[in-house]
């Protein structure tokens, strides 16, 4: 299932970051490969051939990277294949960026060799009355989808559930409201990217930059209000078990709810900056009569085309040359704070990786200490007071059953689980390695089983002799 699910929320990476690099090859005018050539430069057939040379490079790794995630169907634990996809997902950025960057040397090598454009080294320009665009933020809009986010997490601390319940509870809403508030920092923080010259028609600029902002903008709002409704749904589904058909379990509908919350994400922020790239693109094909070749050469700033460092701009956001939309200049504060997140953020993956490895091949123990009955894994989980037994019973099968909160791996099955004709149960055990012994008290019902099979049968014959 782990799998499945990754390879629906994952696999259309690749096709989508290699297409668009293809794409923003033939769409971004005057940039060859992130390298700025003046217009009547652009068909050189050097400069042809490393772009033709770039673009099967760019189909090769489609080719190449695209079957690896499925291998995980033939591996039976989800730690590795986690960590299968995990490394691909690695590959994905790393390879089409290196093959991007090698071109990007060798197009600049041929820019300064036949001296493209040479005679505006480091020059950058500035359109003062589109820089004074005015970019307001829609806080009200904002506001609204921040408070509304944040009421499931509130109301997450006044629900009388179990400890393990309640802590994923705010964890999941806490998390999620945030977001809505990096939504809202988002927009600011796109409002203030540096100015664009497409022209030398200031009017034109200023209109660009003041659709730029607007469409930025309403991106964002949609982005937080989704988000918004998120929380809803994952708070309600978590707190009342919600169920629709055709999707059963309420396990089912977070999946799907995350597929499509991922996918409605990813659609307006394409969509706003297609759009931007589109009008870009017209507006530049339409006053290139009568302009200089190359309004600014600011190469030396920009490291492999991608990366941009410029401790003379204040700007904290600036124009993407690879992809689209924006990137931040590394020189900046936030820039800094930006590159320490990221190097955090992929130290988590070998980390969360390790972390599966470990729970996933740690085999669950049960035992009987002081009239209690005790399931271990990695910890003690769960201690179930004899006394307070109600009915005890070992099922040489699973019955069917869906994940609510916990683990659900495919040899580890930890948490809150709802089984059929039985209800809600706590799990503690290995789904392929029966008997398993249930126990029922007057509040809970537990199911349990040990690493081995007959400790299993043991444990419940020396509970029925007491």
């Known amino acids: 299932m782990l799998n499945l699910i990754m ?57 190449v990277l695209l079957p690896i995630p499925f291998v995980g169907f033939l591996i039976p634990y989800d730690s590795v294949c986690l960590s299968i996809d ?22 600049k090598e041929i820019k300064y060799k036949k001296g493209y454009g040479v005679s505006n080294y480091r020059k950058t320009l500035v359109d003062m009355k589109a ?14 989808a921040s408070v509304l986010s944040f ?31 990096f939504f809202w920092a988002g927009s600011g923080m796109l409002l203030r990217t540096k100015a664009e010259i497409l022209c030398g028609n200031s009017t034109v600029n200023e209109n660009f930059a003041r659709m730029k902002c607007r469409t930025w903008d309403h991106c964002m709002q949609y982005c937080a209000w989704v988000n918004t409704a998120f929380v809803i749904l994952m708070y309600g589904t978590l707190l009342y078990e919600i169920r629709i058909p055709f999707f059963g379990s309420s396990g089912m509908v977070v999946v799907a709810g995350c597929i499509v919350y991922c996918m409605l994400l990813l659609f307006f922020v394409l969509h706003a900056a297609g759009k931007i790239s589109r009008i870009r693109a017209k507006v530049i094909q339409r006053e290139k009569q009568g302009m200089p070749d190359n309004l600014e050469d600011d190469e030396d700033y920009w490291i ?44 988590i993956i070998p980390a969360t990786c390790m972390w599966m490895f470990y729970e996933e091949f740690t085999p669950v123990n049960l035992s009987l200490q002081s009239d209690q009955v005790v399931a271990s894994h990695l910890k003690k989980e769960y201690q179930v007071e004899l006394s307070d037994v109600t009915e005890v019973r070992l099922l040489e099968e699973l019955p069917r059953h ?34 398993f012994l249930l126990l029922k008290t007057e509040k809970k019902t537990y199911l349990f089983s040990d690493a081995e099979e007959g400790d299993t049968r043991k444990m419940y014959e020396d509970i029925k002799g007491k």
């Not at 003379?312 to 820039?335: F, I, P, Q, S």
Request: charged share 15%; aromatic share 10%.
């Open 151 to 181: 009421l499931p997490f509130v109301l997450s601390f006044l629900l009388k559930l179990e400890n393990d319940s309640k802590i994923a509870m705010i964890a999941v809403t806490g998390t999620l409201a945030v977001s809505t508030l």
């Open 131 to 144: 820089a004074a665009v005015p970019r307001k933020v829609s806080h009200l809009s904002f506001a609204c």
């Open 304 to 347: 492999f085309g991608a990366i941009y460092y410029n401790p003379d701009d204040t700007h904290v956001m600036v124009e993407k040359r690879l992809g689209y939309g924006t990137t931040v200049n590394l020189a900046t504060a936030l820039g800094k704070g930006f590159v320490i997140f990221t190097v955090l953020s992929l130290l």
């Open 7 to 63: 390879l629906i929320c994952f696999l259309w990476i690749l096709p989508l970051i290699t297409g668009m690099m293809w794409w923003q090859e033939k769409k971004k005018t005057g940039l060859v490969l992130g390298v700025r050539i003046p217009g009547e430069h652009l068909l050189d057939p050097e400069l042809s051939a490393i772009q033709r040379q770039y673009k099967k490079q760019l189909l090769l790794i489609t080719i």
């Open 86 to 107: 995990m490394l691909w997902l690695l590959l994905v950025f790393l390879v089409p960026f290196c093959f991007y960057a090698h071109g990007y040397r060798k197009v």
């Open 402 to 435: 869906e994940k609510v909160i916990g683990t659900n791996m495919s040899v580890l099955e930890k948490g809150v689980f709802d089984v059929h004709g039985i209800g809600t149960c706590e799990f503690c055990l290995n789904p392929k390695k029966g008997p």
